[in-house]
């Protein structure tokens, strides 16, 4: 009943922007806490950035000061605004949200994936 559709990635150079964009459709839910995910060939799927219903934010340390998450809450979106992009940000980025429907709370539903790749 939840879907996630990302957009926005593709190749940049070293130093570029990107911003990314996760919008939620469906019917009967509600948002909790949104973020995004990011995994590179042969390596874990880590959080990159989340941000809760009341706003509070959260970075990995390497993102930290170039990454802005944030939302829209009217339109169930997500957003990642990425700067000073650098080539070990390589990877697929995935966002989730955790919902509550039919009341059952914290369920986890992902998007599809958006490729990011950094490179001169």
């Known amino acids: 009943q939840v879907q996630l559709v990302e957009s926005g990635g593709g190749l940049v150079q070293p130093g570029g922007s990107l911003r990314l964009s996760c919008a939620a459709s469906g019917s009967g839910f509600s948002i909790n806490t949104m973020g995004w995910y990011r995994q590179a060939p042969g390596k874990q799927r880590e959080l990159v950035a989340s941000t809760t219903g009341r706003g509070t934010t959260n970075y990995a340390d390497s993102v930290k000061g170039r990454f802005t998450i944030s939302r829209d809450n009217a339109k169930n979106t997500v957003y990642l605004q990425m700067n000073s992009l650098k080539p070990e940000d390589t990877a697929v980025y995935y966002c989730?949200?955790?919902?509550?429907?039919?009341?059952?709370?914290?369920?986890?539903?992902w998007g599809q994936g958006t490729q990011v790749t950094v490179s001169s």
């Open positions: 989730n949200v955790d919902v509550t429907r039919g009341g059952w709370s914290g369920l986890p539903y």
